[in-house]
Structures are given as structure tokens and as C-alpha cells.
């Protein structure tokens, strides 16, 4: 993997070249191959919500900010 120096916020950052621009690229990379994978795990509720459900819940959460 191949490092660069970039500035983030105006400091200069040692980052990897080919990794996601964000989060949201990230969720959107693995919703595509693994929509039904696990994501988050809450124990305490014995609940787990996969890719595909997180996805809906912001989904829903946009909707409900834009109103």
C-alpha cells in the first residue's frame, strides 16, 4: 500500500493513496456486497442490525431531518 502526504485541515497528513474518500463510501462499498451482514452487535438488547437495515435507518433519519 502506497502512502502520501495530503493536507487535511491544513496539516500535513501520512494517509494510504487508494483508501475510501469517507464513510459513506464505505458503508455504501460494503451495503452493495454484504447488505446482509452484521453490523452492530448490542449485547445488552440482544439485537444486531445488518448493513441493509442501517441503511434504512438513515434513510430514515435524512427523510425525518429534511421534513
Known amino acids: 500500500m502506497r ?8 496539516l ?5 493513496a487508494d483508501r475510501p ?6 458503508l455504501e462499498d460494503r ?4 447488505g446482509g451482514d452484521v ?5 445488552a438488547l440482544r439485537t444486531q442490525v445488518t448493513y441493509d437495515a442501517f441503511a434504512r ?3 430514515g433519519a435524512a427523510v ?4
Do not use: F, K, M, Q
Open 3 to 10: 502512502l502520501v502526504e495530503e493536507l487535511v485541515r491544513g
Open 12 to 16: 500535513p497528513v501520512r494517509c494510504y
Open 21 to 26: 474518500r469517507s464513510i459513506v463510501a464505505v
Open 31 to 34: 451495503l452493495a456486497t454484504s
Open 39 to 43: 453490523l452492530l452487535v448490542d449485547p
Open 57 to 59: 435507518l438513515v434513510e
Open 64 to 67: 425525518g431531518l429534511l421534513a
